[in-house]
């Protein structure tokens, strides 16, 4: 057929092959045997004559059709007295032909393979990641014989399904779907196996499964399964997991698309993929097609997704989507009908982290000190040395993994990074076996996952202006009384949330810290994120005013979707009063007014604040917009007072205690001295003082009183011209 275009052509044989422009007359030639150094390789050998007539060379691709059809890649040999084709074994069974027999040959289009179905000739697992390597390059036609070699021995299958049909071409981004074998989905964890999702797979159960098995109890309700799940949820923290799970429940042939290869593909592939995936899972319904990633799949995906779903509404298939957001995602694609359920995974809690931890270390070798004795009456815990009941002197013990030390210091870690904590902290107690003269026994200690600590950054907390803060409590002068309030209200709650649930009463939200400039409110709340393990978001009110619109309110909102990412977490507003004045009806500020709002919105939202503390302050509360200060926001003031003599020596101690002070040098003088400063003045006094005695001498080693004294006179002189 003439003029016929190979537009969809794939490079030949490589880079430097050539695209044909048009389909010459097909040629005939006579069978024989490929040398077999060259089998295997999905090479076909023509005379040179022929291919010039087909207007073939090296890398090109020809078809052969015998009985059967097969395609090839081109490679030449000599001149010939008539047109002859070698094939190897493989080829000459598919295209159902002998050695001698007359064949036609015509160039080949190949098409990009999207899904390329296997029919394996015996059942096993197969590794698909070996196979695809085999395959790469090579042309495949529906129906035909692969037989390669791979580490487990020699694989042979039927190509089933080809998505595009016709001559297709392996590649990269190529998916190989297994039907009839286990293609290592078997390994996929089921949803009972999982830990740490109870919640989640709760609903799915109820809202998926159940109506699933029991279709005619649930149909009599009108009830039916939802045509699409969403999972959301930040990177790391279980998502494909999940929804293969899922999807492995409804389905063990479910078909998976991945909105990762997106960016490495052309987007006419991917479509082909996702049509194909519904095809393949129209054949054996009841069935899931999973779409990871899909925020990654780009508008053209969702539009056709869109239209698949609706083609395929009677047809029992579930679609299993992930994202790590739904606001990126169009509306019309989460409607009913559509991707209707979503289930949202957030960073772990400390039970689900300890969940977590006992499934993935039961492959670890953990030394002793992780394990205690649970007694079976009265469910006391003792230590694993323990031969009665600490409580009830009973000998029923139980010996039990004990995790609950590492759950509380992994805050922020999501399912990901918790693999990879233990995965360090068995390399760390492998190198140490590996160094020890005498080859110990492999035994992850507490002191390997320490380090493993040091090296592993939380997913949750990457990307974004979040830190736990090093300041401790013992770094604040004075100030205990606040500091006891701080404790009660955010250190117990993270640390303790089961005495706030045995009380039945839930801590505060907000906490308001106002008092003079310089009296440690940062400090403060620096210092409660840090003795809590919580991630600490600071913010300068001034700083999330923008001059356009709607800007300052999705600032706002991105803080706070920050800070449920990596809760626990205290979010700290400083000069809320700039942020937050006073709304008037005298059309003051808009933009003031709009963040006000948006603010009452996140602490007043319906999506609540668990393990998330805000902590503002302020040197005006007067200034600051009442409606934050009611109950349920801003609802504990803590006044922050200048600090008295006590506190004031107890500060001075703090910034001196680096400072190689002369013997004259008199802290509890400089204390009565600076009556009426705040903790920044004695900051600024001792830093002076470390400045005077280097102007005096580039070689001085100590500070002396007098270095103190002047500098005191400074900051005074300074103080005083300020308020001229």
């Not at 790391?236 to 999940?242: F, H, I, P, Y």
């Not at 993935?360 to 004795?373: A, G, Q, V």
């Not at 401790?472 to 500091?483: C, F, M, N, Y």
Request: net charge positive; charged share 30%; proline share 5%.
């Amino acid at each position: 057929s003439k003029g016929h275009e190979a537009e969809d052509s794939a490079p030949r044989g490589g880079e430097g092959g050539r695209v044909l422009r048009g389909w010459p007359l097909p040629a005939k030639a006579v069978v024989r045997a490929l040398p077999s150094e060259l089998s295997g390789r999905g090479l076909i050998r023509i005379d040179e004559v022929t291919a010039s007539k087909l207007g073939l060379s090296i890398g090109d691709y020809v078809e052969v059709l015998g009985r059967k059809r097969v395609a090839g890649t081109v490679i030449l040999r000599d001149f010939t007295s008539r047109p002859v084709v070698e094939l190897d074994s493989i080829f000459r069974l598919n295209a159902g032909v002998e050695i001698g027999d007359e064949v036609i040959l015509r160039p080949a289009k190949a098409k990009k393979a999207a899904v390329v179905v296997l029919s394996p000739n015996r059942p096993g697992k197969v590794d698909l990641k070996g196979l695809k390597s085999k395959l790469l390059g090579h042309l495949l036609v529906k129906g035909n014989l692969i037989r390669v070699r791979l580490r487990g021995g020699e694989f042979s299958a039927i190509v089933d399904e080809t998505y595009p049909s016709g001559v297709v071409i392996v590649e990269r981004e190529t998916d190989l779907a297994i039907r009839g074998a286990s293609s290592g989905r078997k390994n996929y964890k089921s949803l009972s196996e999982l830990a740490g999702f109870d919640s989640q797979i709760k609903v799915l159960r109820e809202r998926v499964i159940e109506p699933i098995k029991q279709r005619s109890r649930y149909s009599e309700f009108g009830i039916r399964p939802p045509k699409g799940v969403l999972i959301i949820g930040p990177s790391g923290v279980g998502k494909s997991t999940l929804a293969r799970a899922l999807a492995r429940e409804i389905s063990e042939n479910f078909v998976e698309v991945k909105g990762s290869q997106a960016s490495a593909m052309p987007p006419e592939l991917l479509e082909e993929k996702l049509r194909s995936a519904f095809e393949m899972a129209e054949k054996s319904s009841p069935s899931a097609v999973l779409l990871d990633d899909l925020d990654k799949m780009g508008s053209e995906l969702w539009n056709l997704l869109i239209s698949l779903l609706d083609d395929h509404e009677e047809d029992d298939i579930i679609v299993i989507a992930t994202a790590t957001s739904k606001d990126e995602l169009p509306r019309q694609l989460l409607r009913g009908g559509r991707l209707e359920l979503k289930v949202e995974l957030g960073v772990p809690g400390r039970k689900e982290r300890e969940e977590m931890l006992l499934e993935i270390t039961k492959r670890l070798p953990l030394s002793k000190e992780f394990f205690r004795r649970r007694c079976k009456k009265c469910g006391f815990t003792s230590p694993l040395t323990t031969r009665k009941c600490l409580r009830c002197g009973s000998e029923e013990l139980i010996e039990e993994k004990d995790l609950s030390w590492l759950a509380d210091v992994t805050h922020g870690f999501v399912a990901a990074d918790l693999e990879s904590l233990c995965r360090e902290a068995l390399i760390e107690a492998v190198n140490r076996s590996l160094n020890a003269k005498n080859g110990r026994k492999v035994i992850v200690t507490r002191a390997d996952f320490e380090r493993a600590l040091r090296l592993v950054e939380p997913t949750a907390r990457s990307g974004i202006t979040s830190e736990i803060p090093k300041t401790r409590w013992e770094d604040i002068g004075g100030l205990e009384e606040v500091i006891q309030q701080l404790r009660e209200m955010i250190e117990w709650p993270i640390k303790r949330p089961e005495l706030f649930e045995k009380m039945g009463i839930q801590p505060p939200k907000g906490i308001l810290l106002y008092g003079p400039p310089g009296c440690g409110k940062t400090l403060l709340a620096r210092a409660v994120a840090s003795e809590s393990g919580a991630a600490f978001i600071g913010v300068k009110g001034p700083e999330l005013l923008s001059k356009w619109v709607g800007e300052s309110e999705k600032a706002v909102r991105e803080i706070f979707r920050k800070a449920r990412q990596v809760a626990p977490c205290v979010i700290f507003f400083d000069e809320i009063d700039a942020l937050a004045p006073t709304r008037s009806g005298d059309g003051g500020s808009k933009v003031s007014e709009r963040v006000v709002a948006q603010l009452l919105t996140e602490m007043d939202g319906i999506e609540e604040l668990r393990n998330i503390f805000v902590i503002a302050a302020t040197n005006r509360p007067d200034l600051v917009d009442p409606a934050l200060l009611r109950p349920g926001r801003f609802d504990r003031l803590i006044f922050v007072p200048k600090p008295d003599f006590k506190a004031r020596l107890s500060i001075f101690k703090i910034h001196t205690r680096n400072m190689p002070l002369a013997e004259d040098v008199s802290l509890e003088r400089l204390a009565r001295e600076t009556e009426g400063m705040t903790g920044a003045d004695i900051k600024s006094i001792c830093t002076e003082a470390g400045m005077m005695a280097l102007r005096e001498s580039k070689d001085a080693d100590k500070v002396y009183m007098r270095h103190f004294l002047a500098a005191l006179h400074r900051i005074k002189l300074r103080k005083k011209s300020i308020r001229d």
